[in-house]
């Protein structure tokens, strides 16, 4: 029972958290300012497309070590849960860091969310949130009418 129960709060830990903190940011991933098509849409010059690169590496070189970190974190929690005699308060413990660690991951990605946000300007970014969420939904709808297209899905 217990090692059911350790396996559901894994997979919770692992996939479902993250995938909720990046999602909710509802800005597209990637140097997406380097497409021409975007570039030319949200009308960048080249002082900006430099900015944002800028801050992109900056940001990423950051995103690495936390990432990292985070994944530590992760391995130790797993390993005290998978232990035959459970220390709870340990447990807890490193669960507080790993919360700690996604909580500076997710301050970096929001960090560089208010970099694009400055270089942009409010109405630029408004239309970039706009056309990410068209993006998104054209994507799913093809991904619906043409489930077999996706090469990452799997059957």
């Known amino acids: 029972m217990l090692r059911k129960l350790s396996s559901v709060v894994i997979l919770f830990v692992l996939v479902i958290l993250p995938a909720i903190a990046l999602g909710a940011q509802g800005m597209p991933s990637g140097k997406w ?18 900015r944002l690169d800028e801050s992109f590496v900056k940001s990423q070189r950051k995103l690495i070590d936390l990432k990292s970190n985070l994944e530590k974190q992760r391995f130790e929690l797993e390993n005290l849960l998978e232990k035959k005699t459970l220390n709870e308060s340990a447990v807890m413990e490193q669960f507080k860091k790993m919360e ?48 077999g297209a996706n090469p990452g899905q799997r059957k």
């Open 100 to 147: 700690s660690s996604k909580n500076r991951l997710s301050t970096e990605y929001f960090r560089f969310l208010l970099q694009v946000r400055k270089i942009l300007g409010f109405e630029r970014y408004q239309d970039l949130k706009m056309k990410y969420k068209t993006f998104r939904q054209q994507k799913k709808l093809r991904l619906q009418k043409h489930p």
């Open 33 to 50: 300012w380097h497409n021409p098509q975007v570039s030319k849409q949200m009308n960048l010059n080249k002082d900006e497309i430099r």
